[in-house]
């Protein structure tokens, strides 16, 4: 796993700050009545009006700028002309690559007025991510992170996911290594100073099983349960870390 230089460094905190103001400017159209594809548009156009380009665009032939996955759909959810409805939970995943070098961030929001539950889901999915992220530091592991998460995710009997993972992050979106949001405290890969990741807990209402949709994208939960999304990009410090995608 590379250690990035004070050159990429700076090129990734814009990247993420692109990514973050992606985000925020979206915030206002998640409303119901709003397709998904207009909210992509939006992402799209805001993104290379900053002077970066939509890492998720054609990424594996993916055909957005922006994921967004509605209730029981966990991630890669295709932009269409579905339109949100009030009591809908919606991720939204955002990746930019600023001269090169890619932030990468997701986050789940309410349209309108949703159930108590999905309130606790988005709560406790939330914190679990920061859960794992105070983990971070030079000479912790990945296990460190994973295990962190689990135990929070169980504390709150919600499903962890094991199949979806965190990664390292830089001049490629996905590099080595796998951020798992599950793993044993102590083991796994030592992370460094100046290594960059994206932490990122998918967690279930309901079973942590999966499955995928016939658009070869999708993935949903296997019980139909409505699943969350929070992920940042982040900076492995000296003492600690720095989130890329604050916002």
């Known amino acids: 796993m590379k250690i990035k230089t004070q050159v990429e460094i700076e090129k990734m905190r814009k990247a993420g700050e692109i990514v973050s103001e992606t985000h925020k400017m979206l915030e206002e159209y998640i409303k119901p009545g709003v397709t998904t594809k207009i909210l992509d548009d939006l992402a799209h156009e805001f ?8 890492s998720f665009k054609n990424y594996g032939g993916f055909p957005g700028s922006i994921c967004v996955s509605i209730n029981e ?15 809908d939970i919606i991720s939204i995943d955002i990746g930019a690559s600023y001269l090169g070098y890619h932030g990468d ?31 971070i530091k030079d000479g912790c592991y990945v296990g460190d992170i994973g295990s962190s998460i689990e135990r929070y995710a169980k504390k709150y009997k919600l499903g962890v996911i094991k199949e979806l993972v965190g990664h390292g992050i830089g001049s490629k979106l996905h590099e080595k290594p796998d951020i798992p949001n599950y793993g044993t405290k102590g083991k796994g890969l ?5 290594m960059t990741i ?12 999966i499955f995928i949709l016939d658009d070869d994208w999708t993935i949903v939960t296997a019980d139909n349960k409505p699943s969350a999304h929070f992920e940042h990009t982040v900076l492995v410090t000296k003492t600690g870390y720095e989130i890329l995608t604050k916002r």
């Open 198 to 209: 994206a932490v990122e807990p998918m967690l279930n209402l309901g079973t942590p099983d």
């Open 105 to 135: 961030s997701a986050w789940t929001y309410k349209v309108g007025n949703v159930t108590s539950e999905k309130e606790y889901l988005l709560k406790h999915t939330e914190k679990a991510l920061y859960e794992g992220l105070s983990f």
């Open 47 to 54: 993104i290379v009006r900053k002077g970066a380009k939509p």
């Open 73 to 87: 759909e966990v991630v890669h959810g295709i932009p269409s002309s579905r339109k949100l409805v009030d009591g």
């Open 190 to 194: 030592k992370l460094k100073e100046g």
